[in-house]
């Protein structure tokens, strides 16, 4: 088979964009495979070294933190419960403030979804000290409860629900009506299947969105057992190690590598239903 | 007392517009009445009225002695067609079909067995499985149907049902309606803006044009006494030609000739309508006049022409030999005449 010079062109420019995105991340699990010596000594590592399960096995199990009782395992667990619970009450939400906005005809409907979607504007950063107090006075902090009730509302994703129910005929609501269908029972037995492509794009999203936070973990958590993934990248393994000043630098890595997977698992499960949600409907 | 009564039905929509006026209608059990009109005349509002999907602005509607103004749709006991099929997407046909019977807590092997048999009547139980974005257009169009008749409904409203099928299919499935109609012999309502649709289905039409009901009658009466000139000029195809005249002493003037009429009126400004195929194309014809065009549709031809400054058309055997130019006779003869006066628009 023969190349054009421009087919050519265009392989190397997204060989290019390929390396670019998966270098840094083979750089990093290599180099997260290496004895702390070579790594102080040689740099990063393109090649495998040999200290891959000593590594890890230190990463997830080793105990650290004041309180000598944290290991990253927890700390995954901590984050993994966070973004899974944002991002299905995110989900579930927007899904039924949509359905509200979109089919029930009240007078505030339009200036409710406006104000909603102005919210947009007032991300958490912005708010983090009220959103501080009210929750800090509701005996919230240190909980779960508190690390995910704040990030709930989402108007990005009643925006997408939105937009996609006015995309669906009346007659559906109309037939469904006339076969019996309550108000409840349209939005179990038709939105959310209709929307199911939409939801797994939502909860990837949003999973990612909810296991990314640093800020707002980092406020409200003083106990340990709280702590998330993101916030440890700070500062787990930064003590010395055996009395030798070492950089622990192959566990920090692993600890990278590790973080990267939930979020990557979700995206490999959804993603059949992501594209489809992004490219096109059941309709 | 009929099996579906509307008492006086008013629509008026919050921006003001009176899609219907005044309705009153009866219809009996078992009947298959059809609402024809215009777009927009009302007569889908009429129809979902009936249904429950619009709410009434004033008036009583009734079914089987039951008012059932204030009752929800779903409890109204009437099943709908709707011009979009409005299939469920996500269901299978067999879902499609059951999904209202489950609603009704119907045990599932009654549920089976009535899906079944519907499917079965409508020659579409090969395709029970299937989802409807796999269906041709007809066979989406069974699945509504069988959807509105497992439910054994009180009565069918169908909103425009074959306006989305091609010319050919229309014509069957215009013919299974009407047999699977007969078979069943359930009340249905059906809207159209076809009169040929109109023609063939009801057992009555209502005439329906801005919100207003023109005429109501079986398919002969409407089309051989049309009350208004709107009906006589919607119902039939091609329409009727109304001549604008003076009629004096039963004697009216259309060009330079003169028509006798069986009774002896005067009316200062009148219509004289003449169906196409009422005119009569002859040698000894006293009309005479110039054929502008002439469309050939094989057994038949339409002449369109003109006397004085009024055009008009007629419908002739094409084995009649007139050409687009040619000049031909004809007459008009008074026992096919329908009489309008031009101020009220009524028949004379």
């Known amino acids: 088979m023969k190349f054009k010079p421009t087919e050519i062109l265009t392989h190397v420019i997204l060989i290019l964009g390929v390396l670019l995105m998966v270098l840094p991340i083979w750089f990093s699990f290599a180099t997260s495979t290496h004895d702390n010596i070579e790594i102080m000594t040689g740099g990063m590592k393109f090649f495998l070294g040999e200290n891959f399960s000593q590594n890890y096995n230190e990463v997830l199990n080793e105990k650290g ?81 508190g690390l995910i009730l704040p990030l709930v509302a989402s108007a990005t994703a009643t925006f997408f629900f939105r937009q996609y129910y006015k995309t669906i005929p009346d007659e559906l609501l109309e037939s469904a009506k006339l076969d019996g269908a309550n108000s ?100 | 007392m ?22 009153s209608l009866n219809v009996e059990d078992g009947e298959f009445v059809v609402f024809v009109g215009p777009s927009g005349c009302g007569k889908s509002t009429l129809l979902r009225m009936i249904a429950g999907l619009e709410d009434i602005t004033s008036g009583e509607i009734s079914l089987d002695g039951k008012v059932i103004n204030n009752i929800d749709p779903s409890e109204r006991d009437v099943a709908m067609v709707f011009q979009n099929y409005a299939l469920y997407p996500h269901m299978s046909v067999y879902n499609n079909m059951a999904y209202g019977l489950k609603n009704r807590g119907i045990s599932k092997e009654d549920i089976t067995t009535k899906v079944n048999d519907a499917a079965e009547l409508l020659e579409i139980d090969q395709l029970l499985s299937r989802k409807p974005s796999m269906l041709s257009g007809g066979q989406r169009q069974r699945v509504a149907m069988g959807r509105a008749i497992v439910r054994n409904p009180k009565i069918f409203l169908f909103d425009e049902p074959l306006s989305n099928l091609d010319a050919k299919l229309r014509n069957q499935m215009r013919l299974e309606i009407k047999k699977l109609q007969r078979q069943m012999d359930v009340t249905s309502v059906f809207v159209t803006h076809d009169q040929t649709e109109a023609m063939t289905l009801g057992d009555r039409i209502v005439v329906i044009n801005n919100g207003i009901v023109e005429q109501v009658g079986t398919p002969k009466d409407i089309y051989s006494k049309p009350n208004t000139k709107f009906v006589a000029e919607f119902i039939g195809s091609p329409q009727m030609n109304l001549f604008n005249c003076k009629i004096e002493n039963g004697n009216a003037k259309i060009g330079d000739v003169h028509i006798n009429l069986e009774n002896s009126i005067n009316i200062q400004d009148a219509s004289i309508g003449v169906r196409p195929d009422d005119i009569q194309v002859n040698q000894n014809g006293k009309f005479e006049t110039k054929a502008n065009l002439v469309e050939y549709l094989g057994s038949d031809m339409i002449i369109y022409s003109s006397i004085g400054n009024q055009d008009f058309s007629c419908k002739l055997s094409s084995k009649i030999d007139v050409k687009a130019g040619d000049n031909f006779k004809f007459d008009i003869l008074s026992p096919s005449v329908h009489i309008f006066d031009n101020t009220t628009n009524k028949r004379v």
Do not use: C, H
């Open chain 2, 2 to 23: 009929s099996f579906l009564e509307l008492k006086n039905i008013t629509k008026i929509y919050p921006n003001g517009t009176k899609a219907v006026d005044e309705t």
């Open chain 1, 65 to 145: 933190g004041w309180s000598e009782e944290v290991t990253a395992a927890s700390m995954f667990i901590n984050s993994f419960i966070m973004a899974f619970g944002i991002a299905t009450l995110k989900v579930v939400i927007s899904a039924m403030s949509a359905y509200a906005l979109v089919y029930f005809r009240f007078k505030l409907a339009v200036p409710i979804f406006w104000l909603i979607f102005i919210t947009l504007l007032v991300p958490l950063e912005v708010r983090i000290f009220p959103s501080y107090k009210i929750v800090s006075d509701l005996g919230l902090t240190n909980t779960y409860t």
């Open chain 1, 184 to 283: 409840w029972r349209f939005f179990i037995d038709f939105l959310l299947p209709l929307s199911k492509t939409m939801l797994a794009a939502m909860f990837i999203f949003m999973f990612v969105y909810g296991y990314s936070q640093y800020l707002w973990p980092l406020i409200m958590t003083t106990d340990e057992k709280y702590w998330t993934v993101v916030m440890g990248m700070k500062i787990i393994f930064t003590e010395n190690y055996e009395g030798v000043a070492l950089p622990r630098t192959g566990e920090r890595f692993a600890y990278v590598i590790l973080s990267m997977l939930p979020p990557v698992l979700v995206v490999v499960i959804l993603q059949r239903w992501f594209i489809k949600g992004l490219i096109q409907t059941e309709k």
